[in-house]
């Protein structure tokens, strides 16, 4: 059997995001292993902390990359404070099984913003939360590639005198593109109402059920389909990826404004930087700034935006979209590099919860 001490030691390396390790903060309450094996009680300060899930998957790893793959782990609980008040459930409107609609934006195209867009979504399956994705990209639909699903074509079932979408499921993620609808060899030539009036049915028929988390791909710019969204549903929070290159960061700049704008004041949770620096496989601690750097890092100190995380350019990140298996999906330090991306994004996600109440649809007379 281990000591409680030989425990402890292990958990110190289970990191709470954007804080220090599970046993500093003093959330470990309970450690010890009995005969039906390891035990682990923690304790939160919230009620219904959003990342509980993905700290019982941390201290799993943790132990059995300690103690061995054969580790038996009987229970871990989280206990959490009882509320101190009551609380109304969200009016989510169209979406009421969605804790949190997350839109992913960009400036300008180019940035890798769908790459982004979809590591984060099966990061988020991967760390134990119920996600799915909405590639609202009308014009350059990329995640039925991104996720192998080329081929798919999403059923329907009534409800009553009502259609439903059932999204398309991989990698624990239930997915819903244009591209399932339309020949992966024609473009969409659509003007921008039938665009929107498109993205509107896949919000409201799409067949979402429960969800943690709804990651929204919207195109390059600021379009139509921005203010289809906002206006449709309540967006929680934004974020926008750019590459460290100055003309992508000015656009950049009118993205963040345009989420701030007070008509539609959706909170931006941060900013990623994408192909930040330039590492080849043969020499893998070597960085190559090719487009410039840290240029995200010094636009989010100047708008007082979090930075979320920094993604180099690997040629394993573009072979795994072109595969449709998300780099994410690997044990790797690029798949950590996206694991950490996507805890960074659910810490900044319960901030904005605690700290402000649901975003508001947008009215526009």
């Given at each position: 059997m ?21 046993v ?25 902390d959003?990342?509980?899930s ?12 300690a ?27 169209l ?8 839109a ?19 990061a ?9 994705m ?16 080329e ?26 593109s244009?591209g ?17 009036n498109?993205?509107k049915?896949l ?15 919207l195109?390059?710019?600021?379009s ?14 934004a974020?926008?990826?750019s ?28 900013l990623?930087e ?6 080849p ?24 935006v ?5 993604i ?11 595969s ?32 402000r109440?649901?975003t ?6």
């Amino acid at each position: 059997m281990y000591s409680r001490e030989q425990i402890i030691e292990v958990l110190r390396k289970v990191k709470y995001p954007g804080k220090d390790d599970i046993v500093s903060l003093g959330m470990v309450e309970k450690a010890g292993h009995t005969e039906q094996g390891i035990e682990i009680v923690l304790k939160t300060e919230k009620q219904k902390d959003p990342v509980a899930s993905s700290l019982k998957h941390a201290c799993v790893k943790a132990l059995k990359d300690a103690f061995g793959p054969d580790t038996v782990i009987s229970s871990i609980e989280i206990n959490a404070p009882e509320p101190k008040v009551k609380t109304e459930p969200l009016d989510s409107g169209l979406l009421p099984g969605v804790k949190n609609i997350i839109a992913i934006a960009s400036g300008k195209g180019g940035v890798g913003k769908s790459t982004i867009a979809v590591n984060v979504a099966v990061a988020l399956a991967r760390q134990g939360y119920s996600t799915g994705m909405l590639d609202a990209d009308i014009f350059g639909p990329s995640a039925p590639k991104m996720f192998d699903t080329e081929n798919e074509r999403p059923h329907i079932r009534k409800e009553g005198e009502k259609e439903l979408v059932i999204p398309v499921n991989k990698y624990g993620v239930k997915v819903l593109s244009v591209g399932y609808f339309v020949s992966q060899d024609d473009a969409v030539v659509w003007r921008g109402p039938m665009a929107s009036n498109f993205l509107k049915q896949l919000l409201g028929q799409g067949d979402w059920g429960e969800l943690d988390f709804l990651v929204v791909d919207l195109p390059p710019g600021t379009s139509d389909i921005h203010l289809t969204l906002v206006q449709e549903v309540g967006v929680t929070g934004a974020v926008i990826v750019s590459t460290p290159q100055k003309v992508a960061l000015a656009d950049a700049v009118k993205g963040i404004s345009m989420f701030r704008n007070d008509k539609i004041d959706v909170p931006v949770l941060g900013l990623v930087e994408n192909m930040a620096w330039f590492t080849p496989a043969e020499l893998p601690k070597n960085k190559y700034y090719i487009f410039g750097k840290e240029g995200c890092k010094k636009l989010a100190e100047d708008m007082n935006v979090p930075l979320l995380g920094q993604i180099p350019i690997i040629q394993s990140i573009c072979e795994s979209g072109d595969s449709g298996a998300p780099v994410a999906l690997q044990n790797n330090d690029i798949g950590k590099a996206f694991e950490e991306l996507a805890l960074e994004l659910v810490a900044k996600t319960e901030e904005r919860n605690k700290d402000r109440g649901p975003t508001k649809k947008v009215h526009v007379n």
